[in-house]
């Protein structure tokens, strides 16, 4: 018998004998400061999920797998994002944008503030509108999309888009499924009994609870 032979079944009796990994279904928790998560990976292929970090609370069901290191979340059904929808759009004089919320209690006390998109650049520049709802805009630019910002919510919100001239406009928020987490394969590294789940720039460390 070769030295080959004899290393290659040694191989193979080792890897007969290693321990099988520990199956991933099960309850997980993590705390940390103003952070509480918990994550349930049923025998089943499906998952809960929630989060508390800060103001912010958020939770998802749907499936998992894990495969290459990792266990991947994805919701089911996938969430409708919440949106500003617009009530009107009506022209102003040349130049002049004004803008109100149908609601004006979402926004707290707060004033209005608007992500306004100019043209040739990807990123908004965030503008606040006066009490009568006027909006500053950089006469050297032209204004080709805005959205009203509330940071509360961390979702990115799709802008309306402009067309030249002035505008008068009403938005209406609607929260559709707003706090639920839309993962599409989000991917969790599998660090012995510990998941790790990088999210809202965190790094949430999901420890195995033991049963009962």
Same mark, same amino acid.
């Given at each position: ?76 059904? +996938?969430? @409708?994002?919440?949106?500003? =929808?617009?009530?009107?759009?009506? $022209?102003?004089? &040349? #130049? %002049? ?70 505008? +008068?406009? @009403?938005?209406?928020?609607? =929260?559709?499924?707003?706090?639920? $987490?839309?993962? &599409? #394969? %989000? ?26």
């Amino acid at each position: 018998m070769s030295a080959a032979t004899v290393l290659v079944g040694l191989a193979g009796l080792a890897l007969a004998m290693a321990p099988a990994p520990a199956p991933l279904a099960g309850d997980y928790a993590s705390d940390a400061a103003e952070l509480a998560a918990r994550l349930q990976l049923l025998e089943d292929g499906r998952f809960r999920f929630a989060l508390s970090y800060g103001a912010l609370d958020e939770q998802a069901t749907g499936r998992w797998a894990a495969a290459d290191g990792a266990v991947r979340l994805t919701t089911e059904p +996938r969430p @409708v994002a919440p949106r500003f =929808a617009v009530v009107s759009d009506m $022209a102003a004089p &040349a #130049g %002049e944008l004004i803008v109100a919320l149908d609601d004006p209690e979402l926004l707290q006390g707060s004033s209005l503030t608007l992500a306004v998109f100019y043209e040739g650049q990807e990123m908004p520049v965030f503008v606040e509108a006066d009490e009568a709802g006027r909006v500053a805009l950089d006469p050297a630019r032209r204004a080709v999309a805005l959205v009203p910002d509330l940071p509360v919510f961390p979702v990115p919100l799709k802008p309306h888009p402009l067309s030249p001239g002035g505008h +008068r406009i @009403v938005f209406r928020f609607e =929260a559709n499924d707003l706090g639920v $987490a839309d993962f &599409a #394969g %989000e991917p969790l590294s599998i660090e012995g009994d510990t998941l790790v789940l990088r999210r809202h720039d965190r790094e949430i460390r999901f420890r195995r609870q033991p049963p009962g």
